[in-house]
């Protein structure tokens, strides 16, 4: 089989399994209820706000990191927001190990493997 072809049996493998089902089924709840998706927006700004700027080498983040510890006990507290980042972890896990599989196969390193 030619890996174009696999890669397509992957994708239909990967539209079916239960972490990503789990993940589209929170994502739906998350989006129909309007206080738990603007809590968990403004979560998502936030920790990519915290990137953008350890990318950039911005120094002293520590009241940022601070500040996106607590918010993430907030919206931890609500279902929706919780349910959400459970399945989007658990999905994102899969495909984090589906990459190394691929990576080790063809011999490429994920920035952790130079540790």
């Excluded at 993430?72 to 999905?91: G, I, K, M």
Aim: proline share 4%; aromatic share 8%; net charge neutral.
């Amino acid at each position: 089989m030619k890996p174009l072809e696999i890669a397509k049996e992957l994708a239909k493998a990967l539209a079916n399994c239960p972490e990503y089902l789990n993940y589209k089924a929170a994502k739906e709840k998350l989006e129909t209820h309007e206080a738990a998706k603007l809590m968990f927006n403004d979560f998502r700004k936030k920790q990519l706000e915290l990137e953008r700027k350890k990318l950039s080498g911005e120094p002293n983040l520590e009241p940022l990191e601070k500040e996106i510890r607590k918010l993430t006990e907030v919206v931890s507290l609500n279902l929706y927001v919780r349910e959400f980042l459970v399945a989007e972890y658990q999905f994102s896990k899969m495909m984090m190990e589906i990459q190394k599989i691929i990576n080790s196969a063809v011999d490429l390193k994920l920035p952790e493997d130079f540790k």
